[in-house]
């Protein structure tokens, strides 16, 4: 009978020790300029470059520099994986940019820069070792709109690559 | 004998359920704790930052809670490594542009502010490019690149008023910048008197200046 209130005791004492750091830190995040749409998943052959197409959207009213922007100063769109995750990067062949030019009035000429907008496609070659590799790679770019720019960012681009 | 060990069993189960419920409380504690001091932190960030608010005219534009406070001081180097104070430019009116070597906009608004500069100058104005680039301070050849970079940007951009590195450092009190280029108008007396973001126009900017001199509205 004494032990009766042992379950509840116990069942409060669970529910108290819940999470008792959760919730720091939640800040709301900013919308970031990409975003990365699909695959999450894919199967590949181990041990050989296996092509995987990834698919990126850049937002509303924005372009970023496409991987070979026209001027040094300018920051390409760059993808990098970690080079522990068991996943090699062989190949990544990015779309050509379109041509882009800041609007700044019919008297100051500007030069075409080359960009993405909307979404666009880069086309990657992985290589596997056999198993299961949730992997994090992240792309690179830096955004702006016609009359402002934002600094350079980078965004996860999370894949399971399951070599068989 | 068997009172005893129920005892010592309901004692130990007591005392069990007391110390978790004495470390959830501390965590607790602790937690809001933690929270209260980011809220305070997030609620100084905010105060300072850029929001957008209709004009005269209706239409939104960004504005800044900075406009009508003291500017935040701040030294930073130039790349050759001279140091400089906003201090230092008591009792002339400042631009402080926020630019990047990378960004489009700076690079067709630069040209006016050049000949802005040239123009007001005799009246007590002065423009301080601060430049957000990043900086690999982990390495030191890495650096000295970055610095050069910047450098030449500024010279391709024909900058002749002072250029400052490691603006990152000072975005924080000029409201967490995170849009280029954004500039901080500041009169005589060391108060902001306007903010824009963005690439405006020449008029806007002069419009601006002339502010910050004492001479528009």
Known sequence: MRLSFLPIALALTSLAIQAPFGNLGDRPAKQPAVTYLYPEQVTITAGKPSPVDLHFKVGEGLHINSHTPRSEELIPTTIKLPETSGVRLAKADFPPGTDFAFSAGPDTPQEKLSVYTGEFIVHAELVATKGEHPVEATLHYQACTNNICMPPHSIPVTIDVIAR | MNQVKRNVIVASVVIFVIAILGLAGWANWQNRKQAAAHIAEQAHSQQSQAVLAPDNSGSLHMTSPLVGKPAPGFTLSSPKGEKISLASYKGKAVQINFWATWCGPCKIETPWLVELEKQ?????????AVSVDDLNKDDKNELAKDIAGIAKGAQELHIDYPVLIDGDSIAKPYGDIEVYPT?????????????SFGLTSKADLEGNIRKALGEGN
Request: proline share 5%.
């Open chain 2, 120 to 128: 007001y100058a005799p009246k007590g104005f002065e423009i301080l």
């Open chain 2, 183 to 195: 500039s901080f108008f500041i009169d005589r007396s060391g108060t902001i008197v306007a903010a």
